[in-house]
């Protein structure tokens, strides 16, 4: 009779438990790892999504490659609805829980008027994976593009990362990488997606008896919009709109080949383009201006105290960027690391016009990544080459500006390697570092210290 009454109860917490899941009041229930999928045009991306804690602390983590990378905002799970928010890029995943699995909708509103998926995802459960007769194509490969860009590249870089049968990849362009896409080998090639709250997309690599890898992109030619935001167009030579006649773009190639960077030279390919030398300044002489108001509406010049005989990177930025998001988890690691020896940090932030009323995006990001250096607020995609004259060539978001105690504009750094760049993410934070510390160590000038000395009598 006790064994019965036992297992009455047993089961009473077992039933009671599903209950308080299906009723949304157990939100530790769905801490772990989940196999998902957005679904969108036919086209399928899996990733990677870690849920933990519950209530207040209730979060989704996100995988670049093989680590955790990014994570939402806020989220929450009531009444058997998991709502997961990614502010910093206007996302939000909406999912029923139902037998165990969630169903139902990602929606976002960056870089393109409206972009929604389906949604769904499993528990994950391991998989002894077999590592047997694996292509090894771990390495940095060049492509030579059969069109150039809209920037003008004739080649870019892949970046493969393995470990067994995984790979995680990353195309590496002049503005910056797609992120790593990951996955395992299966039929004679790797099906590798990415997904951390931004940037979905979805590559298949095949590894060629002659040492190339064919690059399969899952993704089509952005629509005029999305490609004047994220500029993937030249201004055109009196304005600053999207070019609706554009040539071919040769990054949106259905396929490319990779070739390893020796075999690459030995064959004479076009080698990518430097990311010192893509975006220069247009007079070395002149001083780089700046006069923009920030995010609470004060004006901000590079004539203020504040900017005088100190050390300025000015970053082209828009929060719409992924490759921007990248960068600013490196800038607030610089901004903590220089401040006090003379560095100022200063974005000059182009927001699509829908968003200028409210920041909501801009604020969130700022939130997230923790930014103290100045957000200012310069205007609309659009409008970046009216508003930043003083660059020839500017097409990358992000473009980083390194200005001397003089105020004159010393180098120019195209785009952002991320960590899933690997090495060429190193070789950026040693060039990085060392034009800092290279330009604090410059003495002041009499005319740079002038205004300073001024400013400080009149207080």
Known sequence: MKTVLKFAALTSVLMSGSAAVAAGTDAAALNGRWDAVLTRDGTDIPFRLDIKGSGDTLQGVFYDGFKPYDGTTSASFKDGKLTLNVEHYLTTISADVKDGQLDGTAVAQNRESSANYGFHAVRHVDTAAAAADVPAIAGTYVVALDAPSSKGEKAFRVIVD????????SILRIDGDTGSYSGSFKDGKWV?????????????VTPNADGSLSVEQQRARPAPQEASYAGDAKAPAGGNSYAADAPPDGRYAKVLTAWREDVAKAKGLPAPDDFLTHTVARDP???????????????VSNDDPDYKNKVVLAIVTGTWCPN????AQYLVKLDKQYRDKGLRI?????????QQGTLVRERAFIRKY??????LQAGSPSEMWEKVPQLNHLDTWPATVFIGRDGKVRAVHSGFASPASGEFNTQLK???TGRIEQLLAEKVT???????????AQK
């Open 162 to 169: 393995q470990k067994g049968p995984e790979v995680a990849a």
């Open 192 to 204: 590798l997606s990415h997904f951390d709250g931004g940037r979905p997309g979805v590559i298949t």
């Open 285 to 299: 002489n002149e001083i780089f201006k700046f006069s923009f108001k920030d995010v609470n509406g004060k004006l």
């Open 324 to 327: 921007c998001h990248d960068e």
């Open 346 to 354: 200063v974005a000059l932030d182009f927001e699509e016009p829908e």
């Open 370 to 375: 923790g930014v103290k250096y100045s957000y």
């Open 430 to 432: 040693t060039e990085f």
């Open 446 to 456: 009499a005319s740079a210290a002038e205004p300073v000395k001024f400013a400080a």
